[in-house]
């Protein structure tokens, strides 16, 4: 089918808005995927990311997916060895959390620090923690139970409301589900995913090609594999 004849989507949400979990941003990444394959591949790798970039910050993740190092909004993007998986446990309470307020309420109560996330379970820290767990006390007395239930670690989701915990072991999880549950909360458990094959093909075409052409998000100079 030909780009020019156009394509009618809909999209059926299952990851709720305002959580953290970016439900958006995947839903973006896995049209222009669907996209590619109807259109039988009109798009370059570089050229694909790029335009990914201009739908939002996250969207390249979801492209490459796996285990990676995120730079300058996030979108500078340096595929790593994938992490063995893990078991989590994502606790959504009845509340959602604007991005756009939670970048205020870290602007207001300072200068927001340049941070390494290594997007290890127990080297994972959020700057957006402590403003939002401020504004919404829940979501710290979620994730202090978490911890007790056993997680390896417990912290906010993204800019929340979604907080995670990562368990080191299925039954552990389950449990916490269970101890967790309420008619007002969405709580779910699921397990890590490694860089799929296709994916790792994407990655390893971008490093190839430099993207020379402008946009920098992998290169075979700087990438961590």
Known sequence: MPASAGVRLTIR??????????????????????????????????????????????????????????????????????????????????????TRDAYAWLSASRSPRRRFETDRPNGYDNDFEAVVEEKHPE????????????????????????VFGAFDTSARAKKAVAALQRPDRMVVHSRTVQRSPKQRDFAAILAARGLDAGAPHLSPRRRIL
């Open 139 to 162: 979501l710290r007395e979620i994730r202090e139970r978490l911890r007790r239930l056993g997680a390896t670690v417990a912290r906010l989701s993204g800019t929340g409301s979604a």
């Open 13 to 98: 949400k299952r990851i709720p808005s305002q959580a953290g979990l970016g439900g958006g941003s995947s839903d973006a990444a896995a049209t222009l995927i669907g996209l590619q394959r109807v259109w039988r591949g009109s798009l370059r790798a570089p050229d694909l990311l790029s335009l990914a970039a201009t739908l939002g910050a996250d969207v390249p993740f979801f492209l490459l997916g796996g285990t990676a190092l995120g730079l300058a909004r996030g979108d500078d993007l340096y595929p790593l060895i994938d992490l063995p998986p893990w078991d989590v446990v994502i606790v959504r309470p009845s509340f959602g959390v604007s």
